[in-house]
């Protein structure tokens, strides 16, 4: 099982990229998403017929790159027992760390 950690709702959706859905998909994989200490797991058939598909975004990290959304209806299955830290991405930090240092 997967587990993707997830800042927000939108919308009442928990919303995941094609690609990762795709790959879960291939792998026979299923998934739980965790948004502020709930979490919610769907399995390979729930992740091929509860999706909605949004329209195409832009990566702002990869010119040129493309994806779209996937939103599935956020019905948490439990909560977490202990508070937990979501795991910045390291081009999040380097962004971060680049703002602090022309910032001065």
């Known amino acids: ?3 993707i950690y997830k800042k927000k709702i939108y919308n009442g959706m928990a919303e995941l990229r094609d690609y990762e ?10 998934v739980k998403i965790i948004i502020d200490n ?6 390979p058939t ?3 017929i ?6 195409t975004q832009y990566s702002i990290y990869n010119e ?20 937990i830290t ?3 991405d390291v081009k999040t930090r380097l962004a971060e760390a680049w703002r602090a240092m022309n910032a001065k």
């Open 64 to 83: 040129g790159q493309t994806y779209k959304l996937i939103g599935y209806r956020w019905k948490p299955t439990g909560r977490l027992e202990e508070q």
């Open 1 to 3: 099982m997967k587990i």
């Open 86 to 88: 979501i795991p910045f």
């Open 38 to 43: 709930e979490y919610m797991v769907l399995t």
């Open 50 to 55: 509860k999706g909605r598909i949004s329209n």
């Open 21 to 30: 859905v795709e790959r879960l998909l291939i792998n026979k994989d299923s």
């Open 46 to 48: 729930e992740l091929k």
